[in-house]
């Protein structure tokens, strides 16, 4: 085969691989793009897996229907789908292949994005409890299908993809118990103890049965309750979401930082190594929005933006598109828990103090909007609401979030 353009390696068929690609191909078509992904599916809106309750799923074909992609159709690049990548040796620009096979390239994107943390492997052969984790569309074909039988399920872990799947599992009409051993309710991490708090009675106003502390510790599953007993045949669902780990260790032998995900610089490229670029939920940046000075972010838009700007940095390197810019993400992120809107602007974690400017923590569904400064900059806002009676003071609020970091 004649090979015109330079040949592009983007491992990863999720919305930063997809991104990237199209982004090389809009400047360079010449290029030929090759995507490997471990998965079979190409590209799909991975957030709608939790957002709403599937009707036909004996197929399997409605799922996937609905969360199909823009540009995912499209035959421009090559998509070798259920490929794994096991390995790379990045000075010599060769990837090794599951099957076997070798793939030569001249530049690399690195999309591989995260997967879900585990507690304990064991812990998978739990006598009272079926362990699943939620990730992807195979992950979500199975939850969501236990779900419908009304299946008793637990939670460990309270961050939006717990707390949407509590919303979702009560919508089919599952028991839902979750269980946060380490904080005091939901998005602490994010949004500090008060709204954790706050969100944690949302939580149990609507139905979920809602433990921190030791009584979480008492239900969760350790090496008492069983992992080496019998397994019962009606075991309840028990999904583990506890954060994520990023997918990396193809990566090692190379040298390079991989400490939480892969460190790139402000173009997205990847420092020690030339024509290699990473993006999306795996990449690691420089970011003016937090306290420390590199950031890992697990956002849809947080993947496209950097996909698209890594493709970008590539194509430049190659000699096509316009001189390429810096990463200028804004945060911004929503999600809806028991029809409870929260939107969360800026960087809250950053903050040293917060103020409830509108409304009142204890009743949550009239509205609240929350600043987040550091000496006395705003550096957050989050609006928690059931309509949208407080939008306007939210908007203001991030456009004076975003004018302070012009
Ligand atoms: C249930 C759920 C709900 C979410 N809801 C929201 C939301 O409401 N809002 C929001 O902003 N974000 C949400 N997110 C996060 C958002 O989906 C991610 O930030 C985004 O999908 C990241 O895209 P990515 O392309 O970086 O990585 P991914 O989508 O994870 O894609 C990476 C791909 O690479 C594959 N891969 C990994 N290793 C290899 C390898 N060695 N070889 C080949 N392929 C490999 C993976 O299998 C995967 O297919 C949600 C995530 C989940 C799981």
Known sequence: MTVDGPVVGVVGTGIAGL??????????????????????????????????????LTSGTTITDELKVDGAASDSATWRL???????????????????????????????????????????????????????LDDAHHIHRDLRTGTELTIVGSGFVACELASLATEYGCAVAMLEARRRGPFERVLGERIATALGRWMTRNGVTFLTGDSARDRLCNGDSSAHSEPSSDRSLLVEAIGSVPNVEWLHGNGLDLSDGVRVDEHMRVPECADVYAAGDVARYPDPWTAESLTRREFWKNAIDTGDLAGRSLASSLGCGSKISHIRYFPLMSTEVFGLRIQIAGNPKAATSMEVVRGDLDRLDHGVVVTFSKEDLLVGVAYLDKGARLNSIYIDLVKTLKAHRR
């Open 82 to 136: 259920g490929t794994r990548v096991e390995s790379a040796d990045l000075y010599n620009k060769v990837l090794q292949l599951r099957t076997g096979e070798t793939f030569d390239y001249d530049s690399l994107v690195i999309a591989t994005g995260v997967r879900p943390r585990i507690s304990a492997e064991d812990a998978r052969e739990c006598a009272i409890h079926m362990h699943k984790t939620l990730r992807d």
């Open 19 to 56: 991104q990237s690609a199209n982004a090389v191909l809009e400047r360079n078509p010449d290029a030929r793009i090759v995507i490997f992904g471990d998965e079979t599916h190409r590209t799909y809106n991975r957030p709608g897996l939790t957002k709403k309750r599937y009707q036909l």
